[in-house]
């Protein structure tokens, strides 16, 4: 006999036991996933990737060695089951996992992997992703051990070389398809250009969920082109759409006054906003203004004056964080945590600037010499968020009695005044950062750099500040110990902190959108934000009757 | 029609007089940021809300409404000037002269506009005042938009040319600029009042355009084309009708405008 207790386990058994089985066929139901590309895609080719559109169907088709984890930011294991990085940093092993074909049933080896660095590396192709590894002169050579087993060697230590991985695409070595054969979850299926990406399911996708079902779950992912971002909210609004990757506050507060539970705000990004004031020797301006900027009392001071928290609630609706440095403080590992973002203190202001020799009279700042301080800063014309905040240092530099002129200009002018002309004298941008290492900003931060934008491409570094700089970027790029690395990186923030040569204003939350009827979706910080995990997305049944 | 006039009278009137009384009206002026109330609901201290910045958006209306009235007719004006006198002599001289104009016309509307703009914006000085720069968006703007006028006064003073008391006048012996000035002038009068008069809202328009570009007046000074572009993504009017402000008196105004003049002009 069972007893009444042994009915009500019995049945509660029996319950779970349909739910599960009905949780595994949702789970299995397929559908179609639809979310928008807000440009063309420039290429299909992996190793070409350089825009987002690309960028995002390599995401979804391709297959890579290494994933970082968009959610904790770990590396974890994909067609590689392990890797070991030499202790030199110039060398790389890898032991591949058995049984993994590609889309088109072609299998895959480390005869692949071979071919793919081979690819990326030649010089001819000229690949974005493939510059990240130029480490020093010479060629990068791999050794085949066994079909499981290879190792990839370079002619200098790679910084952050296993997460450099995350973003090549493996490609077959002999399958007839070239680029269209995927180790990914999606196979690009149909291109039609300026409407859509349709993307169907990988049969041969390797990876299967803890019951056993292969991956992924969804049938297709249509990506419809799409640059008019209002167009883009109201087909979300009308369920035509599943996500919205990037959303600005402004629309993302309008979507969360009418649905809540559709807009995430995942917290501050890498991306970052800031100014910096031109010190380069032979600018066209007076010299006067560029005594003024070249001063480290100046710079402190502008950036002491300016109101970052007002910045991150009136600009941006509060989703966004008053910024520390070059590195947010979503960079779990790299962020220096000792640091802080520049409080308000418009009186500390004034004493640097009076310690500098400026002097207020009627209202305004002069310097020792009797040059009224004035200003002009350039951004770019269209970005309604950075023309706000410019308006904003305006007035809150005039409280200090300094004239600021805020000037749009159209972005390629923009870009040959701050790159080529050098004719400006302060410039307000933002940094889309995608890249977690620090190796990713060497291009900033060297004093040689072309985009070492208050002072580029100097033949020796003019200051000692930046010399040091240069030295630590060197150290912690030569090196494999990320402890060292880290120890390095820490410092550059502290050195920027100090000498102030860019101005971080305000770090932007990632702000999305993800409709009732996705399940499983996560909304990160690190890009693709809403479809970092697409493998394991799925729809509820009623969107699919509905398509 | 008379009373209708009477009326766009007024309005006109009352408009100008609000404008010119901005600083009396709204103390707190178009630029001081009230950052505790962005994007505020009007209310007592507020007439109109705030704007995103929080900055009274009443005086931005009275102070933008200074700066178009006065601006965006003188663009206007700079603009039927040169059309009168491409287009108007090209017309009356016929011929070569008007094949020749016609062609250039035809040359200027098919340049592109915007990338012209964009390389002058390009090559003036960073360091302008807001008001410096408004008076040369303008006078741009007038130096730019007289081809499309010039086309419509060529085929005018053209059909003047071949009409019956020009050939009369000529008869009687007047010639050259006496001709031009005495008889065909008077009589395209009324061509560049409705000119001038369409030419009005299209400034203003492209200035709002032209901030896009980078080209329009520079903040924090406001005028209509800038608060127009507060209306850019806005998909309720429902929810916030008093942003609709600065485009419905852009309409009473323009509409006023139109009233004012006299039946030939519109017919015109």
Redesign the interface.
Known sequence: MIGRRGCLRLALFLCLAVLCVCGSTLAQSGGELRFCLHSEPKTFDPLLVDDDSSLAVRYLTAGVLIRSNRRTQALEPELAESWKVAKDGKQITFKLRHGITFSDGSPFSSEDVAFTIQRLMDPALHSPTGDAFRSGSGAVSTKIIAPDQISIVFPAAVAGLDRLFDQVAIMSAHSPKKTAAVLGPFMVAEYKAGSTVLLRRNPNYWKKDSQGHRLPYLDSIRLDIQPNRDVEMLRFKRGELDLINVMDSEYFDRLAASSPGLAHDAGASLDSEFMWFNQVANAPIPEYKRAWFRSTNFRRAISQAINRADMSRVVFNGHAQPAVGPVSPANKFWFNSKLQAEPYRPVSALKLLQSDGFHQQSGFLYDKSGNAVEFSIVTNAGNKPRERMAVMVQEDLADLGIKVNVVTLDFPSLIERISQKFNYEAAMLGFRNIDLDPNGQMNIWLSSAENHAWNPQQKSPETAWEAEIDRLMRAQASTADEKKRKESFDRVQEIVADQVPFIYLVNVNALSAVSNAVQGANPVILAPQTFWNAERLTLNATVQASR | MIVARKFAWVVVVAVCAASLAANWLAPTGY?K?F?DA?SATPSAQHLLGTD???RDRFARVLYGTRISLLLAPAAALVSTLLAALVGGLAGYLGGIWLRLARGFTDLFLSLPWLFLL?TV??LLP?????LVSVVITFFILGLLGWAASARVLSTSADALRNSDFVLQARASGLHGPRLFLVHVLPNLKPVLYAQFWISIPVFILSEANL????LGV???LPSWGSLLRELE?L?SFREEPWRLVPLLLLIVVLTSFQLLLSNEEVTA
């Open positions: 630029a940021q950052r962005p995103e910045l929080g964009i914006r390009a960073l360091n302008v005042s807001p901030g896009i570009l980078g520079a903040e924090p993504g998909i």
